[in-house]
């Protein structure tokens, strides 16, 4: 498996901090997009972890993404946090 800087990487950006929060829930088809985020936000709230990575001050930018496997009903969200290296 690659790693998330792996991964940032290999899309040409130029980075001097990456950080990952990833989370997979079951039984989202109970829940609203935005109780769904509350959610997710919570469960990496709770989690010293994931918090600190919520909370890292020299992160600029981030960029966020959630998919659901309709074969087993899972849904995965993944917010992945950076700062560039370049000016922009």
């Not at 039984?27 to 890292?56: C, K, Y």
Request: charged share 15%; with cysteine.
């Amino acid at each position: 498996g690659r790693t998330p800087a792996d991964r940032v990487s290999a899309t040409g950006y130029s980075w001097t901090l990456v950080a990952e929060n990833l989370a997979m829930r079951t039984g989202r088809e109970f829940m609203s997009d935005t109780d769904f985020a509350h959610a997710i936000l919570q469960q990496w709230i709770d989690s010293p972890g994931h918090n600190q990575n919520l909370l890292v001050p020299s992160a600029t930018e981030c960029g966020v993404a959630v998919g659901t496997n309709q074969a087993n009903g899972k849904t995965f969200a993944v917010m992945i946090y950076t700062a560039t290296s370049e000016a922009r």
